[in-house]
């Protein structure tokens, strides 16, 4: 009896564990194809999965940052559906790498031509992104995600030091450390094919080595079969 009962309160305890931790799984989020460098350009995919069992997700509208903003921002086209990208003048203008940046990217909007997301699935909108902030950590959007019974989900709730995962993340890119200063993808790519030739260059003396002393052991050999045959001559005259 007190081992039944210790089943099933272990059951309802990981009944509660899923269903309180399905919010923290089934969010809007962001995620780099790779690395999203800091001072790069990066591609970055919005999932979205559809939480509900009788409606489909319809559209997708992600806010920019506009503290960190983003000169250049090209989504990839999606069979079935739709993509709206709007711009606007910045309240202040920006410096970045050199340039100053009047206006930004703020939104982003895809609608679906279709049935949307179903129920069960979910769908990944790519981005291409640039460039990244070289002062941030992180980039954090804003999403909505709208049903097509015309429930609205706001993905805006920001994540603050300490406090517990809110109910509604918005979707958060974080931004890996640029590369050391005086790198460059060019000597990165000089670098592997330096390598590259050096391991050649290693493979082929190893080889011409392996060729000597090979001649070497044949000639070796030669001439010991060599003395052997005049060896038993000298018995046989004898």
Do not use: C
């Not at 272990?10 to 269903?19: D, K, R």
């Not at 079935?80 to 939104?107: F, R």
């Not at 989900?153 to 109910?167: L, T």
Request: no cysteine; net charge negative.
């Amino acid at each position: 009896m007190k081992a039944s009962r210790i089943a099933a309160a272990a059951a309802v305890a990981g009944s509660a564990v899923v269903v309180l931790s399905s919010p923290a799984f089934a969010h809007v989020s962001v995620q780099p194809e790779g690395t999203a460098v800091k001072g790069g350009y990066a591609v970055v995919d919005f999932k979205v999965p559809n939480e509900r069992d009788d409606a489909s997700t319809t559209k997708l509208e992600v806010t920019f940052p506009t503290d960190h903003p983003l000169a250049s921002v090209m989504p990839e086209p999606i069979s079935g559906w739709t993509v709206k990208v709007t711009k606007s003048k910045l309240a202040k203008p920006a410096e970045m790498h050199g340039e100053t940046i009047t206006e930004a990217v703020t939104k982003v909007t895809w609608t679906a031509t279709g049935k949307g997301v179903e129920p069960g699935y979910f769908q990944k909108f790519p981005v291409s992104v640039g460039m990244l902030p070289t002062d941030a950590d992180q980039l954090v959007f804003k999403a909505l995600q709208t049903y097509s019974d015309k429930e609205v989900v706001r993905w805006i709730e920001v994540q603050k030091d300490g406090a517990e995962e809110p109910e509604n993340p918005a979707p958060v890119l974080e931004l890996s450390a640029a590369p050391a200063s005086g790198a460059t993808a060019e000597d990165a790519s000089e670098k592997t094919e330096n390598t590259a030739a050096d391991t050649t260059s290693a493979a082929d003396s190893s080889d011409t080595t392996a060729r000597v002393l090979g001649v070497v052991g044949i000639a070796v050999g030669a001439a010991g079969v060599a003395y052997g045959v005049l060896a038993g001559r000298r018995r046989t005259t004898v």
